[in-house]
């Protein structure tokens, strides 16, 4: 289930923050996941990388954004996100 575009996730170990372009939900595991949308055979550049292995740990990584408020149970702009896998 898609739960918001383009997301803010504010970073702490990286410089600034992640734009997540799609956060699911996955009916099944009831897990978050982002997706990150390529086109023309692009890839996820290495500051990209970076930010999403802290998403990954969930490494003091928060949500950055109120576009998230209330898609989640006790989920919103400034709260923990756990760790998240992006795809």
Do not use: F
């Not at 996730?9 to 897990?31: C, G, Q």
């Not at 996820?44 to 969930?58: C, E, F, M, P, Y």
């Not at 989920?75 to 992006?86: D, E, L, N, Y």
């Amino acid at each position: 289930t898609v739960i918001a575009r383009e997301v803010r996730i504010n970073t702490k170990n990286t410089p600034s923050y992640r734009k997540a372009d799609i956060v699911v939900l996955d009916n099944k595991t009831n897990k978050i996941e982002l997706i990150e949308v390529k086109t023309g055979g692009a890839s996820r550049n290495s500051g990209q990388l970076a930010k999403d292995a802290d998403i990954a740990t969930g490494n003091g990584t928060t949500w950055g954004t109120k576009k998230i408020n209330n898609k989640i149970p006790g989920v919103s702009k400034g709260s923990q996100t756990g760790a998240i896998r992006t795809t």
